[in-house]
């Protein structure tokens, strides 16, 4: 292939800017000049300058005053052929392309751009090859002509120098309906044999883009050939079925549409976005996918409630009634719900705030919120959102996806039928998230007052107003519950029963019901009080009643069958009575032997208090002592907080070994085994740590730690007792199990309030700052001498042992 000679000279010309156009050397291009600094240009090009002027494309064209940055480095030289002035002011001129020339500086000299510049002389020697390559260009450019229908190939070619393949791409490119962009590349590229390959590239693209046009041109004609099919066709049918004098539905399911869009009372944005599905689907065939799409939502859009509301109840004294009928206790929580209703009745406001019940299972918290629903007389919806993991479960698919519904809110708010009902959110804290999405991010918004009047579901696509609803949530636990949900929350804590409560609400509500459930007299069968508590002690162990129900239930059932076998009239039937003697022949083997104090105070075993779901536990702590070097083992299947708990303990009792009459070096000497019983049992958590301390200073001294008392707290390597939770639910559990002294830390004296007054008095409580107070309160000074064989340390001596060592004050 021939090389290619390029030679510069400069030129010092005027310049006019050019806007959207590229000029090409060989090429005769007219133009309109308008700006004055341009006309000036063209005027001294005329009369100074031999007609040569500079043309160079602006990279913006929207630039009125164009500076050298706004311009492209590459532009033509050209010669003037004509120009024509204009009434208006504006110069019409005809221009010849000449060569290329690069723009090296630019600067304006009265009112006129002149740009000094780098002219290219280009000579490449055409061969063979560059001759077969501009022939086949020339094919591809004959086929790109055909295509284009704005181009005479025939004319045009006579005008093209084939044997010059520098002016056949210029003249070529000059003809390309393609972006400026593409023709300043173009323009740029000075090997000539570069600028055939360029062009051959453009070519095959623009082809391309040719092709792929038909083809979509043939389809959207098939296609609307076969609407128009359809259209006449079902014309045609219609016209049938009015010549038979039968009814349209397709007509009359429109008329309903209208009609139920009129009576829905959507508001502005609503309806118009419904008008405009409706006229849509007027013009669609009714056999359509995009029909029933269409159909489908304006259906949703009328089926939820906009206007239609509950008349509120705001009477207290029948709202007491209520909640006293459905539920015994709960004063704090019934006390809440009057205050709310009391609140409403004097502002008249629709935001309300968020409650969240948070308790252990069976307390009632589902109930509570059906009798705030029956004691305000709205309508009560519940979702479930235990293992919700899609966020559009929340706020809907979009009505792209196929088979799109709205979120479950919405499709809550379309069963409740009125705007204000009360809205149960069970489970709240057993979402879970995934690569679906956090649904309870989305749900920020639904329970937020300030926002939650302007809730966007994805499918309706319109704001729905959801400050009129009263949302209650519920949860077992809240520390899994976002911190930005849970914000946004009241939450109010439900704790166990007490044993005289479960009696109550067994004799109450839960035995009637089932009587009724499984048809039994009252008279007929009747549970002695003595017989529902031991069915409460021994063969339930929950913070709720839900079990106890489902025992109850199962006695009636027993009971059920028994009379259907005796085969007696109603008359004649003997009353059966439950009592704690014949529970057992009713429900077998007693399946919960209730937890008591020790028999006996022991050395290296602390009673400690704990808090579970189901509610409050003892939890005794063993620590055995060892020949060994120092080891300390956790059994118990003991979380990493526990441990943590453990060690520290350790730690304690080794600083203030000394002051504990304990031998300075027995952490050298002595393994440390430290137990807490069912082991199966997974527990963590900081409050048993003054437990295990009181065990570990028992079984190092040897002194007993008392039976009759019990104890909860976190503790800190200089000794201190911190604050822990679930203070009700523990003393409720030290009450059950008949222990009637405990030890708390002196932070929780604020929780005290909350106990019953049933189980405060019954209870001595010391609240202690630091392990020096739970020492001399649990270890037991008047117990029998212990000898340190007992506790791990020496083998027993044939005198009675020393008294421990003091404990420090």
């Not at 599905?277 to 304006?298: F, H």
């Not at 406001?349 to 305000?376: D, E, N, W, Y």
């Not at 019990?710 to 800190?716: D, K, L, R, S, V």
């Amino acid at each position: 292939m021939s090389s290619t000679f390029i030679t510069t000279h400069k030129m010092r010309l005027p310049v006019v800017p050019l806007r959207d156009m590229v000029v090409f050397p060989h090429m005769m291009a007219p133009f309109i000049i308008g700006r004055e600094q341009s006309v000036k240009a063209l005027e001294y090009s005329l009369l100074e300058a031999d007609k040569s002027i500079f043309l160079v494309a602006q990279l913006d064209p929207k630039v009125d005053e164009p500076e050298r940055q706004d311009m492209y480095d590459i532009g033509v030289v050209a010669q003037v052929v004509q120009n024509l002035k204009l009434p208006n002011g504006n110069v019409k001129v005809m221009v010849e392309g000449v060569q290329r020339a690069r723009l090296i500086d630019l600067e304006e000299e009265a009112g006129t751009l002149f740009a000094e510049v780098e002219a290219y002389d280009i000579e490449f020697p055409t061969d063979e090859k560059v001759e077969a390559y501009i022939n086949k260009v020339l094919g591809v450019f004959e086929q790109y002509a055909k295509v284009s229908h704005h181009l005479a190939f025939e004319g045009l070619v006579s005008t093209i120098k084939l044997d010059n393949a520098d002016q056949f791409t210029d003249q070529l490119a000059a003809h390309l309906m393609v972006s400026t962009a593409e023709k300043q590349t173009l323009l740029e590229v000075l090997n000539p044999y570069e600028r055939l390959q360029r062009m051959n590239d453009l070519l095959d693209v623009e082809l391309e883009k040719f092709n792929i046009d038909k083809r979509i041109n043939v389809s959207v004609k098939k296609q609307m050939e076969k609407a128009q099919k359809e259209y006449y066709l079902n014309e045609k049918i219609k016209a049938i079925h009015q010549e038979l004098g039968r009814k349209d539905d397709r007509s009359d399911e429109i008329e309903e549409l209208k009609e139920r869009l009129e009576e829905a009372g959507l508001p502005k944005d609503a309806r118009e976005k419904a008008d405009q599905e409706l006229k849509r689907l007027e013009a669609m065939p009714p056999v359509s996918a995009e029909a029933t799409v269409s159909r489908n939502y304006i259906d949703w859009l009328v089926s939820v409630p906009w206007k239609k509301r509950s008349r509120e109840i705001k009477d207290l004294d029948r709202a007491q009634r209520i909640l006293d009928e459905d539920h015994y206790g709960l004063e704090r929580i019934k006390e809440r719900i009057l205050e709310f209703l009391a609140v409403r009745q004097l502002t008249r406001q629709t935001q309300s705030s968020i409650i969240c019940f948070v308790g252990p299972p069976g307390v009632g918290k589902s109930s509570l919120a059906k009798s705030i629903a029956r004691a305000t007389g709205r309508k009560f919806v519940r979702l479930s959102l235990g293992g919700v993991r899609d966020e559009a479960e929340v706020r809907g698919h979009r009505r792209t996806y196929i088979g799109a519904f709205p979120g479950q809110i919405i499709q809550m708010m379309k069963k409740a039928e009125t705007v204000n009902p009360v809205f149960l959110l069970d489970e709240i804290e057993k979402m879970s998230t995934d690569f679906r999405g956090d649904p309870s991010a989305a749900l920020l918004e639904v329970l937020d007052p300030d926002q939650n009047d302007s809730f966007l579901d994805h499918y309706l696509d319109v704001e729905y107003d959801l400050s009129n609803v009263m949302f209650i949530a519920t949860a077992n636990i809240s520390h899994t519950i976002p911190p930005a949900l849970l914000d946004r929350m009241e939450v109010i804590h439900l704790t166990g029963y007490t044993l005289n409560e479960k009696l109550e609400i067994a004799k109450s509500f839960l035995i009637p019901k089932q009587l009724k459930a499984h048809g039994l007299d009252e008279k007929v069968t009747v549970f002695e009080e003595d017989g529902v508590q031991t069915l409460i002690e021994s063969y339930t162990r929950e913070a709720g009643v839900r079990n106890l129900e489902r025992e109850i239930a199962k006695v009636c059932r027993k009971v059920a069958r028994r009379i259907v076998q005796q085969g007696k009239k109603k008359k004649e039937r003997e009353a059966l009575r439950i009592t704690s003697d014949t529970v057992s022949d009713y429900l077998g083997k007693i399946k919960f032997h209730p937890r008591r104090k020790n028999e006996k105070s022991e050395v290296g075993v602390a009673t400690g208090l704990a808090w579970t779901e189901a509610g409050g536990e003892l939890l005794e702590t063993e620590v055995g002592l060892m020949p060994g070097k120092g080891k300390l083992i956790l059994t118990g299947k003991l979380g990493e907080v526990m441990q943590e708990s453990a060690r520290a303990a350790v730690s304690y009792l080794r600083s203030r070994a000394e002051l504990l009459g304990v031998e300075p070096d027995f952490n050298d000497k002595y393994d440390l085994h430290i137990h807490v019983p069912e082991g199966a049992i997974p527990k963590d958590g900081p409050s048993a740590g003054i437990t295990m301390a009181t065990a570990l200073v028992s079984a190092a001294t040897g002194a007993p730690v008392r039976k009759d008392l019990a104890m909860t707290g976190e503790i800190t390597l200089r000794g201190k007792v911190l604050p822990v939770g679930g203070i009700k639910h523990k003393l409720l559990a030290a009450y059950r199990a008949d222990i009637t002294e405990l030890i708390l830390p002196k932070p929780n004296e604020k929780d005290l309030d909350e106990i019953p007054a049933e189980v405060r008095e019954r209870l001595e409580l010391h609240l202690v700052e630091s392990m020096d107070e739970v020492l001399s309160l649990a270890l037991d000074a008047d117990a029998a001498p212990v000898s340190k064989g007992e506790s791990g340390f020496e083998e027993p001596a044939p005198e009675p042992p020393a008294q421990p060592g003091p404990v420090a004050h």
